[in-house]
């Protein structure tokens, strides 16, 4: 069940207030200043792992306390903050988790910004370190549409990073009255993720066509697990999408994002639920493939797949990304080269760490590995 949350004191590091990032004059968000990123640039200073989302969660009450006074926030004993904003009969709803994968964050980390790009450093350690933009760029972007529109819904899920835990937990009934679900939780800038996999659809062919994604550059394409996917699977009656948002390299120390396609998003939601004011109903009874379908095959092979390259990197730390690429190459028919990078950051993000002397990758400690029969072969390739 859903409870009100209590009165929390405004946090200890310095915060922002909406007029922080007014402008002086208009009393609007211009695109072409550096004020727009300053939320943004705070928000990638909270660290935030997945299962200590603590300081991100009591960030965002904070700020929606203060400068949404009319919204209303309650919570569920998962950690999921629900924010509704006015009275209305249906309401558009913007989905983010909070959660983030880097294991680094150092007490004098800052988010650098140029004029095309912001990425996180350390001078104390001199290293760049992530910034946590996924999924930090959907929580600003939910956050900027709460203050700017009358009637609108914001989700914000914890521990989406091990496994849409969040989501897979929360209070269904929260979008019964939505016209659709956004979530901006996909790397690059022009991905319109209409199926999560091969197995669950997310949207209505009339909801794609009605939001107008060529006018913003979007795409569509097929994506990987997040909350909107779990969502559909727990049977999620309206149209969902994810957006790419304008990061890259996520769950990586090197990841950083493009300004102006994190703007080029804002603008993208904003013209959705400005002009998509009628509910689009999707159920995926037509799915075919996945979970709930007769064909595995996708979330099989990527599951063997990740097993088998985490065993070969346990094994062999100094296997570089094009080697691991080579040998797996046309072994997974299902899966694309995409789906290959992506599981090799992610095991090397949880299994290793920056060598202090900048000569490769170690170990995380305390990690023991084998190495299966079933991998022998693609251990040979590699070799």
């Known amino acids: 069940m859903l409870r009100k949350t209590k009165s929390y004191n405004q946090p200890k590091h310095e915060l922002l207030t909406w007029g922080n990032l007014l402008d002086e004059e208009s009393g609007t968000f211009p695109y072409n200043t550096l004020r727009t990123m300053k939320l943004l640039k705070e928000l990638f200073k909270i660290y935030s792992p997945s299962g200590n989302e603590k300081k991100m969660r009591k960030f965002i009450k904070w700020w929606v306390r203060n400068n949404i006074p009319k919204a209303t926030i309650k919570t569920d004993q998962t950690g999921n903050i629900y924010v509704t904003k006015g009275e209305?009969?249906?309401?558009?709803?913007?989905?983010?988790?909070?959660?983030?994968?880097?294991?680094?964050?150092?007490?004098?980390?800052?988010?650098?910004?140029?004029?095309?790009?912001?990425?996180?450093?350390?001078?104390?350690?001199?290293?760049?370190?992530?910034?946590?933009?996924?999924?930090?760029?959907?929580?600003?972007?939910?956050?900027?549409?709460?203050?700017?529109?009358?009637?609108?819904?914001?989700?914000?899920?914890?521990?989406?990073?091990?496994?849409?835990?969040?989501?897979?937990?929360?209070?269904?009934?929260?979008?019964?009255?939505?016209?659709?679900?956004?979530?901006?939780?996909?790397?690059?800038?022009?991905?319109?993720?209409?199926?999560?996999?091969?197995?669950?659809?997310?949207?209505?062919?009339?909801?794609?066509?009605?939001?107008?994604?060529?006018?913003?550059?979007?795409?569509?394409?097929?994506?990987?697990?997040?909350?909107?996917?779990?969502?559909?699977?727990?049977?999620?009656?309206?149209?969902?999408?994810?957006?790419?948002?304008?990061?890259?390299?996520?769950?990586?120390?090197?990841?950083?994002?493009?300004?102006?396609?994190?703007?080029?998003?804002?603008?993208?939601?904003?013209?959705?639920?400005?002009?998509?004011?009628?509910?689009?109903?999707?159920?995926?009874?037509?799915?075919?493939?996945?979970?709930?379908?007769?064909?595995?095959?996708?979330?099989?092979?990527?599951?063997?797949?990740?097993?088998s390259i985490e065993c070969n990197l346990l094994n062999h730390p100094s296997l570089t990304t094009e080697q691991i690429l080579n040998a797996y190459k046309g072994y997974f028919f299902s899966l694309k080269e995409g789906d290959l990078r992506q599981i090799i950051e992610e095991v090397k993000n949880i299994n290793f760490i920056d060598d202090d002397n900048d000569t490769g990758m170690r170990l995380l400690p305390n990690h023991e590995s084998g190495m299966g029969k079933e991998n022998e072969r693609i251990e040979a390739a590699i070799l």
């Open 88 to 307: 209305s009969e249906t309401y558009p709803c913007l989905s983010a988790h909070i959660d983030q994968v880097q294991k680094t964050h150092s007490k004098d980390f800052e988010a650098i910004e140029t004029k095309d790009y912001i990425f996180g450093f350390s001078r104390k350690n001199k290293r760049q370190e992530g910034l946590g933009a996924d999924d930090k760029v959907g929580i600003w972007v939910n956050l900027r549409c709460l203050q700017k529109f009358d009637h609108i819904k914001a989700v914000f899920f914890v521990s989406e990073e091990t496994g849409c835990q969040g989501s897979g937990q929360c209070e269904m009934s929260f979008f019964d009255d939505c016209r659709f679900v956004i979530q901006c939780d996909r790397r690059n800038g022009n991905d319109l993720i209409t199926t999560i996999g091969g197995w669950t659809n997310l949207c209505s062919p009339e909801f794609v066509k009605a939001i107008q994604p060529e006018l913003f550059g979007y795409k569509e394409e097929c994506g990987l697990i997040t909350d909107v996917g779990e969502l559909k699977e727990r049977g999620l009656k309206v149209s969902a999408i994810n957006l790419s948002c304008g990061y890259y390299e996520p769950h990586t120390d090197r990841e950083f994002i493009i300004k102006e396609e994190v703007l080029n998003c804002l603008k993208f939601v904003e013209h959705i639920i400005s002009t998509c004011t009628d509910v689009y109903p999707h159920e995926d009874d037509d799915c075919f493939f996945g979970r709930n379908g007769w064909d595995d095959s996708w979330e099989e092979e990527y599951e063997e797949a990740y097993q």
